[in-house]
């Protein structure tokens, strides 16, 4: 077809030949040239059965969509955050073979705080409103399974004592505390949170207000005995209990009179009573440490506290496992079938009503605030966050079909695309519901980041290859014949759709190499998804198009399909003139051909050469062309070249119509390129861009590494409050150093004390109190030893024990003497004259190895107090023993040895842990400790939260620059293979590694921290770049002509596609701003909206600047060959522009026949006028000699055709 000229151009001045357009038969020009011919061939086989295409591909896509009815999602964290195949992950699940899958208890906590900031709450009117609020909460009933449940049968209970005497039994069970860490543990107040109640004929309910140990064992003694509990409770100093410690308010009326404040009813120094922390029950083993309970303290200059800015509860509830067993085969729950499941049903409806009173519990115009949060509080927030929000999925959906609907209309019926619109986005969320549906299929769970992010960011990306074959589908060659258009659209873009999905896919693949678990499956799902929009972008849409060119075809109205186009009767065509002599306006330099070209391929050089013959016709340019010559000069695109024009009729020159002719091409074109392309905008474009990346840089070293879950909570929240303030005062966390199996721990000991030594020195450590011995099972296993050894010593002393009788000594001198006799031997296990001769503990604090395991069992049964708060969890768990000191028949002087342990672990606490650097300083710390141990055979690792989601921290920026080089590096071999040309490929890589440095100094500027979510992010910016990059470098390297002839060409038809897919793009985030969660606002929706406006920045400014100044050079050249056999002096000589034809062509060329449009011009706009140039006959491909090549090229596409 003949298309107007460029404006600007003349042939040159002393040109004595015709043009001969000389390409070099490169591979990568004609392996592009075949890889295009698949793609014609499969664009045209669609276009023959589009409407089985349609039902076929729908219908898969639909059944693979119905696997979403099996997705699981995932809201554990322990499943979401530690990583694959760390040594974390090793260690939890060595942890869960040993211990079982659950924690020993779960915490429900009480935060009180002044509204007025800064305000002291060591005050007993602040304690009063505390003492309100944990009152509130702790009488906590729910109602479920025809059972009333309150907190005295579900809170977890630490040491139990197992006790011969059933009635003390009885008791004790209804009367054992609950373990509450409060302040109000430092008053008697503290006892109005324990529940439990006892009955003894002619006495009060026994309670805990009331409640006097001592007092109580006096009154029972002459009834029973109550010697070895009697010594337990000393043991543990008891004490008075609750009933010997101030009271807050001593004129309340039940203020024991055992009271330290009763009669002088003064209120106590609540700075003076708190300071150095609280005791349960027990002052032994229950010592709440001060930084459990006071946050925001301030001391003197001598070390006294003087004030706080907060106090802390934590109720401890057993585990649903705990409370199943507690409850299994018990007269209560013998009628309900009683199960695990509903043992975890009773605790979460518990901690939900606690949470919910306990922030109700103070009034509105209270000076204090309470903040109430459970494990119950933190699953729920995960669930929210996992749920998927069908509104805003439907909202995102709906404006993404408004605006492809209205983009693609047009004014002319036959040029409309609104229907294709339509149905593309449909099809996309199809591919994005089957590719989810594909996920669940293959068992990849679902997690926040799937239901939150994936189906806009999909949706975004799925429809930019939406918009780039509908663009090309619309401006397809003019005289393409009907059933080959679809075959022409994805000859031209299916290999950048080719490329940019496949980037997107190897992106996404290696996010995955993050070895977060729920990063992993949001990386995996992503590329599966990418991978399906992309089977429906090259299979099913084609169809689509297909259909919708028989709609236009039809002459029916776009998205109104049944109804005829008014339109369709003022389409007019008329053939190309051929000029006379003289009959060239003056001015006019432009000329258009369509010929019928001879090409050769000459064996010596390879080159293709095609010799254009002498017919043209001349038309009037526009008034002015912005662009000038340089731009606009010789030159054109492969598809010049090589492409045939197929049809039999031409149309002619056109000129818009006012109202078409502006467009995003048109603005690329006369407005953006030649203002881009000018040398002073070019140095601009550098300067800007090199500061912006230098800006960058230095933004890269404010970002810093984290993710709280003040992050994740939505603000303005009660649980965000909670963990504010959580996070504030109470930076505080539980770890245990957990030793293994492997090794032999009776001769191991002095490395065991070793570790503890070395752990303790660890600056994040909170130390015990000066006046407490080390709260590890080992230091109680020894001091309990000593202890028994220091009674057996007074006993055999007094003569109350001896060689051969220990009934007259005490519990723990019986207990001493059964332990002294035992030889570890199978055959002689007992050696009396033992007694004298050893000790339990030797001078340098070691037992005896083979003491150690026999005293581990008499240890576990004898002092369950020590054991509970030594938090030991031993396994394999030592056997049960009942010591019966009157035990006659001498078996109970043969004690079980416990097996050799594979589990046992020291308790800590960490503290002032708040930036992840103080997170990352204790882990390295620990790990070091752990390290040194090990060189000394002692197996041991930490374990804590601190370790499950912080230790990723360590290596998470190297596995950061690992996965982005390696998929740099993967985009360099995509890119060079599918474009065979590295030139352009590592053009583009260094633009994608500019926006990826970018985004990450832009992350550090909006104080965004590196966690494992934004490093997903910055590996898959580098697929998403693609999208932005890839159409622009494969516009450049396939025109020809200048460098900047070529980036302008690449922009006028790549500009619109890629700013309509930019813009969709932002559609399918823009649903993100409405989350609840400002977490996926901060993390996600302005990530990737920066990610998508620099992609447009660098796509559509920075390349083009760059590939004109290093672009590579024209995989076709043209150039001028004189060849006086074809030229007529004659009419050259007379001025005219007539060109003759050559009777033969030399004998070295082998002939092949192919019609030729030659046009330096962009098609013109539809709707245009038309334009008579001449009123001669049209110059007739019949006139021409005939050819006798044996192929024709028959390819009129953007790109390279094929053979």
Known sequence: ???????????????????????????????????????????????????????????????????????????????????????????????????????????????????????????????????????????????????????????????????????????????????????????????????????????????????????????????????????????????????????????????????????????????????????????KFMHWQEE?????????????????EALQSTFLLMSPRQLYEHFRGDYQTHDIGWSEEQAGTVLQAWQRRFVQLAQEALPRNASQQVHAFSSTTLDDILQAFSEVSAARVLGGYLLMLAYACVTMLRWDCAQSQG??????????????????????????????ATTQVLPFLALGIGVDDIFLLAHAFAKAPPGTPLQARTGECLQRTGTSVALTSINNMVAFFMAALVPIPALRAFSLQAAIVVGCNFAAVMLVFPAILSLDLRRRHCQRLDVLCCFSSPCSARVIQILPQELGDGTVPVGVAHLTTTVQAFTHCEGSSQHVVAILPPQAHVVTPPPSDPLGSELFGPGGSTRDLLGQDEGARQKPAYKSLPCTRWSLAHFARYQFAPILLQPRVKAAVLVLFGALLGLSLYGATLVQDGLALTDVVPRGTKEHAFLSAQLRYFSLYEVALVTQGGFDYAHSQRALFDLHQRFSALKAVLPPPATQAPRTWLHYYRNWLQGIQVA????????????????????????????????????????????????????????????????????????????????????????????????????????????????????????GLRQTADFVEAIEGARAACAEAGRAGVHAYPSGSPFLFWEQYLGLRR?????????????????????????????????????????????????????????????????????????????????????????????????????????????????????????????????????????????????????????????????????????????????????????????????????????????????????????????????????????????????????
């Not at 140990?213 to 409770?233: A, D, H, N, V, Y």
């Not at 459990?292 to 706080?308: C, I, S, V």
């Not at 294709?420 to 549906?437: D, N, Y």
């Not at 001198?813 to 332990?819: E, Q, S």
């Open 959 to 1203: 596995c950061f620059l690992l996965a982005v080089g390696i998929l740099l590096v993967c985009s360099f071999l995509v890119c060079a293979l599918l474009l065979l040309s590295p030139w352009t490929a590592g053009l583009i890589v260094l633009v994608l590694a500019m926006m990826t440095v970018e985004l990450f100094g832009i992350m550090g500027f909006l104080g965004i921290k590196l966690s494992a979510i934004p490093v997903v992010i910055l590996v898959a910016s580098v697929g998403i770049g693609v999208e932005f990059t890839v159409h622009v470098a494969l516009g450049f390297l396939t025109a020809q002509g200048s460098r900047n002839l070529r980036a302008a060409q690449a922009l006028e038809h790549m500009f619109a596609p890629v700013t309509d897919g930019a813009v969709s793009t932002l559609l399918g985030l823009l649903m993100l701003a409405g989350s609840n969660f400002d977490f996926i606002v901060r993390y996600f929706f302005v990530v990737l909206t920066v990610l998508t406006l620099l992609g447009l920045l660098h796509g559509l400014v920075l390349l083009p600047v760059l590939l004109s100044i290093l672009g590579p050079p024209p995989e076709v050249v043209q150039t001028y060959k004189e060849s006086p056999e074809i030229l007529n002096p004659t009419a050259a000589r007379g001025g005219g522009l007539r060109w003759g034809m050559s009777p033969t062509l030399p004998q070295s060329f082998t002939r092949v026949t192919t019609s030729l449009t030659v046009a330096l011009h962009p098609p013109p706009l539809p709707g245009a006028y038309v334009q008579s140039t001449s009123d001669e006959p049209a110059w007739s491909p019949a006139t021409a000699p005939a050819a006798s090549g044996s192929g024709s090229f028959h390819s009129t596409g953007l790109y390279p055709p094929t053979e």
């Open 1 to 283: 077809m003949a298309r107007p000229p460029p404006p600007g151009y003349a042939p040159p001045a002393r040109s004595t030949a015709p043009q001969v357009f000389t390409g070099s038969l490169k591979a990568p020009l004609w392996l592009r040239a075949y890889f295009q011919g698949l793609l014609f061939s499969l664009g045209c086989g669609i276009q023959r059965h589009c409407g089985k295409v349609l039902f076929l591909g729908l219908l898969a896509f639909g059944a693979l969509a119905l696997g979403l009815r099996v997705a699981v999602i995932e809201t554990d964290l322990e499943q979401l955050w530690v990583e694959v195949g760390s040594r974390v992950s090793q260690e939890l699940r060595y942890t869960k073979e040993k211990l079982g899958e659950e924690a020993a208890y779960t915490s429900q906590m009480l935060i009180q705080t002044a509204r007025q900031e800064g305000e002291n709450v060591l005050t007993p009117e602040a304690l009063s409103l505390h003492l309100q609020a944990a009152l509130t909460a702790s009488k906590v009933q729910v109602s479920l399974y025809g059972k009333s449940w309150d907190l005295n049968k579900i809170c977890y209970k630490s040491g139990v004592p197992l006790i011969e005497n059933g009635m003390i039994e009885r008791m004790i069970e209804k009367l054992f505390p609950c373990v509450i860490l409060t302040p109000l543990d430092c008053f008697w107040e503290g006892a109005k949170l324990q529940g439990g109640s006892a009955y003894l004929p002619g006495r009060p309910d026994i309670q805990w207000t009331n409640l006097d140990p001592e007092q109580l064992l006096e009154e029972l003694g002459p009834f029973t005995s109550l010697e070895g509990f009697r010594e337990l409770l000393d043991k543990a100093q008891v004490g008075q209990a609750y009933v010997g410690r101030p009271c807050l308010h001593p004129d309340d009326a039940h203020c024991p009179p055992s009271a330290p404040n009763h009669h002088s009813r003064e209120a106590p120094n609540v700075a003076q009573q708190l300071s150095g922390g609280c005791h349960g029950f027990s002052h």
């Open 419 to 448: 229907a294709v619109g339509l149905a593309g986005v449909l099809m996309v969320a199809l591919a994005v519901a089957s590719g989810l549906g594909l996920c669940a299929l293959l068992g990849i769970a679902f997690n926040a």
């Open 792 to 911: 057996f010593d007074q006993d055999w002393a007094a003569g109350r024990i001896t060689r051969h009788s220990y009934r007259n000594g005490s519990e723990d001198g019986a207990l001493a003497y059964k332990l002294l006799i035992q030889t570890g031997d199978a055959q002689e296990p007992l050696d009396f004259s033992q007694l004298t001769t050893r000790k339990l503990v030797d001078k340098e604090g070691l037992i005896p190895p083979e003491l150690f395991y026999v005293g581990l069992t008499v240890w576990v049964s004898s002092d369950p107090l020590g054991l509970a708060a030594s938090q030991a969890n031993f396994y394999p768990p030592p056997p049960e023993w009942l010591h019966d000191k009157y035990d006659t028949t001498g078996e109970n002087l043969r004690i079980p040895a416990a097996q050799p342990l594979e589990f046992a672990q020291f308790p800590f606490l960490l503290r």
């Open 292 to 308: 459990l309970l006071l946050g925001g303290t301030a001391r003197d200059a001598q070390g006294q506290l003087l004030r706080a």
